[in-house]
């Protein structure tokens, strides 16, 4: 079983910045792809990043391209989304992901790629 459990969300201006952080347990983290998810009230959850194993490669929704920084410290087993120039549109729920396998491929942009989920954290932008 694996678990994980994101922080540093909150409340920020247009403009600002957060880093969110997941602390992994329970598998080895330093195997598999991570990714960040996002769904805004009412919208379907949405790709936001993904992390190779070793973090040597990574991908990124176009929407959040030059604004957020996907990384991962496998030595704390923790992943970081940093989110930069944040935009009242970022506003959503935030999920970390395990991905099911470790396979890096482009189908890590689908959720169905991911075997476990954090319980999110909120972000909010405002205008």
């Known amino acids: 079983q694996v678990q994980l459990v994101e922080s540093g969300g909150g409340l920020v201006q247009a403009g600002g910045s957060l880093r969110l952080s997941c602390a992994a347990s329970g598998r080895t983290f330093s195997s598999y792809a991570m990714g960040w998810f996002r769904q805004a009230p009412g919208k379907e959850r949405d790709f936001v990043a993904a992390i190779r194993w070793n973090g040597a490669d990574t991908y990124s929704a176009d929407s959040v391209k030059g604004r957020f920084a996907i990384s991962r410290d496998n030595a704390k087993n923790t992943v970081y989304l940093q989110m930069n120039s944040l935009k009242p549109e970022d506003t959503a729920v935030y999920y970390c992901?395990?991905?099911?396998?470790?396979?890096?491929?482009?189908?890590?942009?689908?959720?169905?790629?991911?075997?476990?989920w954090g319980q999110g954290t909120q972000v909010t932008v405002s205008s």
């Open positions: 992901a395990a991905a099911r396998t470790t396979t890096w491929s482009p189908g890590l942009k689908n959720g169905g790629q991911y075997a476990y």
